[in-house]
């Protein structure tokens, strides 16, 4: 595979084309913590505006991303990579969603090489970003909505600090 | 070109005459060889081993040897500090900085006395914009009070301006009261001059605006604004970046005020790039950066200052780049800027063919016609889209083949916002582009959507 072709596999070319939470939802008043972000890239002026909803944890510890929507516009890239994430955080807990954010940024940060089996795994469909990691100028693309999913989270309320999602 | 044009060879004798171009008159196969070969980096691979088709001269240009020797050549054998010291090395080092502001500014058909050295184009325009906020604290004294600026003042710019000929003057404003107007960008993606007289008004201080916009490669109409600004009084500064490296450029002739203008994009180093200003208003202007170099007599008590240009050069100066600039004209000038405008129509003209790629949008004007004096009216600076593929992702496609372009907003968020787009691709060509590159890129170009399966 030529890296170019490594670079947009299919998974990513198919979530670019029908992306996973397009459309932002409101929940409204109730028991839900939600907070929406809104995320540029400077280089390409592409934008993603992104709204999370978070059902707090007992005795407000923790707690689950119960969904994920946004809006945005920019390259094949960026789309996918959001579209893969709100997959892979809806439903997740406060920690798990930490947890796949450091993993992804490990990811990206990998030049090409990817990371060990185990946390492949953890990333599914998102380890197809690993031919991204070997072009600097993308990563920022790849990471567009993983940055408005941890803004809007500490804008929920959910998160105190950025500390857990890096 | 869809006109005629009167073909008249380039002149190497005289560097910066506005010669009429034209078919005919541009680079034999032989002479494009000969410059290709002076250009090192041109002959590197790129992504596995594809030649370099490096379409991104707008962005910055690459460097003939001959510059790249003058820096070495300048460090090897004559560094010193320049306009002080009573030594040899100082004595050639001065010679060697004060000669090429002259080469330089014959090339642009200006005195060398009106060309101050500054990093890039991005700080000769903020040196104008600074001066004129310090001319309304009052610095200066009465010589300098015309460019002092207040409320009821306005500043006039393009839609099409690139954010170094935008973002200035909004500041300057936001310092001084003045107001900010423009002139808008029609879909052609021309300049629309229709209102021009409602905009350029009695109340109008300066206009800027670019010669060659870096993102459509349309010329602007020099004289009619120049005009526009001269019936009200108003100082003119041309951004000339994306023309000194391309057109003949005479600035006496153009008749501007100031004009900024970058040596990176025009064959020669980073870091270095000219204010032009006319000599009247240079001397009246008020210096920015202060401190050694730039100063006449100092007490503790006050400073009197030192006539331009070295009045707006403080501290030691970038003098290797600088030298390397006035090669960097001395080549250009040699080729003749004639023969180099003229190769450059066919690249634009070749370029411009992506047009008849189905799904690609060319974003500006989609022929080369001619302008005022011969001149064509838009450069090989092509701007596009492609219908159902980012921008971002068109360039990553052309990479793979070894085809180096731009892509994003190009530091014009305004005219892109203008046409309703956030990011195109672009794809511009210098003296060293042939016309073989431009087809490779339009081949690249054409499989583009089949990658993405867009329809
Ligand atoms: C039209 C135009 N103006 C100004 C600039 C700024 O030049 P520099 O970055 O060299 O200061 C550029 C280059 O990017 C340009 O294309």
Redesign the pocket.
Known sequence: MSSLEQMYQQVILDHAKHPHGRGLVDHGPGDLLQGESHQVNTTCGDEVTLRVAVAPGAAGIGGTVESVTWEGQGCSISQASTSVMTELVTGASLTEAARLDALFHDLMSSRGRGLGDDDEDVLGDATAFTGVSQYPARIKCALLGWAALKDSLVRSGALVSTDGLR | MTTTATVRPGDPARPGDPTAVGHGAELSAAELAAVRADFPLLGRTVRGGRPLVYLDS???SQKPQVVLDTEVDFYEQRNAAVHRGAHQLAEEATIAFEDARASLAAFVGADPGEIVWT???????NLVAYAMSNATLGRGGVEARRFALGAGDEIVVTEA?????LVPWQELCARTGATLRWIPVGDDGRLDLSDLDSIVTERTRVLAF?H???VTGAVAPVARLVAAARRVGALTVL?A??SVPHLPVDLHALGVDFA?F?G??MLGPTGV?ALYGRRELLEAMPPVTTGGSMVEVVTMEATTYAPPPQRFEAGTQMVAQAVGLGVAADYLGELGMGAVAAHEVLLAEELLRIGEIPGVRVIGPSNVGVGPGGLPDRLAVVSFVVDGVHAHDVGQVLDDRGIAVRVGH??AQPLHRRFGIAATARASASVYTTTDEVGAFREALAGVRAFFSVN
């Open positions: 707008a962005a910055t990093p890039g184009a991005t700080s000769a325009i301006e690139h954010h170094a000929n670019g060659v916009s870096n951004d970046c994306q900024a970058s990176h994009k790039g190009h530091c």
